[in-house]
């Protein structure tokens, strides 16, 4: 991990800690998991959320008014919005992505979930997901929450990441092997 990415996901990993266990405490974790949901994809959708929270051009009361704004109309829970509204003051809204990413991963451990992350190239129906996460449970033996998106160059299968294990079925990765195959032949 290179030194800013490391900086990045130790402040990340403070506030995360912080939203944790205050909302365990009030026992809102459910709603904060509603928030990190809510956020995730308003980062996914909005280029001028991502924009808001990594550029320097805006001044921190900007930041701050901005996020504000954004967690009142979003109705995210008291503590992760006045979490958003001390990032903006101290500047340190570009960690977002990886504060959500740190949250998932603490609720669905204190859940006993795991999550995978499901590459596919095309989106899956519902019952195959279902189908996946069953097939998933019953070879890491925890529930399993499944993080998907679509990446149409993998041509066809999956590509399955779950903790540091990954399975890559995808047409891609096939013929990249036969073709290294082939180059070794030849």
Do not use: H
Not at 8 to 29: C, H, M, P, Q
Not at 90 to 105: H, T, W
Not at 132 to 156: E, H, Q, R, W, Y
Not at 169 to 177: D, E, F, Y
């Amino acid at each position: 991990m290179s030194e800013p990415a490391s900086i990045s996901a130790g402040i990340a990993g403070r506030y995360a800690t912080a939203v944790f266990a205050l909302a365990k405490e009030d026992n809102a974790l459910t709603a904060i998991e509603a928030d990190v949901t809510a956020l995730d994809a308003a980062l996914s959708d909005s280029d001028d959320f991502r924009t808001l929270i990594s550029s320097p051009l805006y001044t921190r009361e900007q930041q701050e008014a901005a996020i504000g704004a954004l967690a009142d109309k979003m109705g995210l829970n008291a503590t992760m919005a006045n979490t958003l509204r001390l990032m903006a003051g101290k500047r340190r809204l570009f960690v977002l992505p990886q504060l959500l990413s740190e949250l998932r991963g603490l609720i669905a451990e204190e859940k006993g979930e795991i999550t995978a992350e499901v590459s596919a190239a095309s989106k899956l129906t519902k019952a195959q997901e279902k189908s996946l996460a069953d097939t998933l449970k019953n070879a890491v033996g925890k529930d399993v929450k499944i993080k998907m998106s679509v990446d149409p160059a993998l041509i066809g299968g999956l590509v399955v990441k779950v903790g540091s294990q990954m399975i890559d079925t995808s047409i891609r990765a096939k013929l990249n092997a036969l073709q290294n195959t082939m180059k070794e032949v030849g």
